[in-house]
């Protein structure tokens, strides 16, 4: 009678098992078991770092009377002063090097500069880069980042003022899905006995529908103050925009730039714009300090 699965297997179970043909693990094996694990782990651990590191948490509003640092303001001597507009990039230049010194050199003769692309501090530094331009030149400094990123710490932007400064007010700009956060950052100076009101912001990149709605916002914002009045900021905007067009129309405003340069950059993104202010001069100039040129603009208060 042919033998069934059933007597196979008991015939099997029955037999003796030769522990010796059982090899135990070897050290090697260990090893490669336990480095295996912990790439596992470190792989996770890098996961989880990246996806963190993409965590954007809005800096939310916040005020103020004056701006920070050892330095003291200087009242102007007269109605005339210089405001100056630079995306600093971080302080990296199109060589990839990043030096503030090099931004320093490039607003050192400005009484009023606002900047974008400010980072804050970080593993490797533990000062702001507005604060590391203001022990550079000499000059009180506002650092107003619209977000804080874990891992890369905060971005935003910033101002640096030789001028007194009465109050400062950080306003968050709608955002509704859009990648990172906006601001606007509003301050109050004083040009000899003249207040005069101004708006820093850089706007969205990605998300065409909220550039327009943050557009909207600085520039009524900007309207609605009295002059004299500046807004300036990297707007991400070029000249043909029919929305910065309506709002280049406005009685009163003035685009500062184009005002005081005979062939203003055609393709521009940054902005002054002024209400209540003569343009005396301007100018656009690109040492290499970041990706974006600085622009200037001498002012002076109408009387």
């Known amino acids: 009678m042919p033998e069934t699965i059933s007597d196979v297997a008991r015939r099997r179970r029955d037999q003796p098992t030769d522990l010796t043909a059982i090899a135990p693990p ?62 600093i990039h971080g302080g990296r230049g199109p060589d990839k090097v990043r030096d503030l010194t090099r931004t320093a050199d490039c607003v050192r ?10 980072l804050g501090p970080k593993l490797w530094w533990q000062t702001d880069q507005c604060q590391q331009l203001s022990a550079l030149l000499g000059v009180p400094y506002l650092f107003a980042p619209t977000e804080a990123r874990w891992w890369d710490g905060s971005f935003g932007n910033g101002l640096l003022c030789r001028l007194p400064v009465s109050a400062w007010q950080r306003i968050p700009l709608p955002r509704a899905g859009a990648h990172t956060h906006r601001n606007v950052v509003f301050s109050t100076i004083q040009v000899g006995s003249q207040t005069v009101h101004v708006l820093l912001t850089h706007l969205d ?36 925009d029919d929305q910065l067009q309506q709002l280049l129309v406005m009685p009163g405003v003035v ?49």
Request: aromatic content about 6%.
């Open 255 to 303: 685009d500062a730039v184009a005002a005081g340069m005979s062939e203003p950059p055609e393709r521009r993104i940054d902005w002054i714009l002024t209400r209540g202010l003569r343009t005396v001069a301007a100018g656009c100039q690109d040492q290499g300090a970041s990706d974006h040129p600085l622009y200037w603009a001498e002012l002076e208060v109408i009387d």
């Open 26 to 87: 070897t050290t090697t094996d260990r090893k490669t078991r336990w480095r295996l694990r912990w790439l596992c782990i470190g792989g996770l651990m890098v996961g989880v770092a990246l996806w963190a590191s993409n965590i954007r948490t809005s800096t939310g509003p916040d005020a103020g009377a004056t701006f920070s640092g050892s330095a003291m303001a200087t009242p102007a001597t007269g109605p005339r002063f210089r405001v100056g507009l630079f995306n």
């Open 205 to 240: 990149s990605r998300d065409a529908l909220r550039r327009q709605e943050q557009l909207r916002t600085v520039g009524e914002l900007f309207l609605a103050l009295d002059p004299p009045a500046i807004l300036m900021g990297d707007m991400n905007t070029l000249p043909d």
């Open 109 to 118: 003769d400005l009484d009023l500069v606002g900047m974008n692309e400010v």
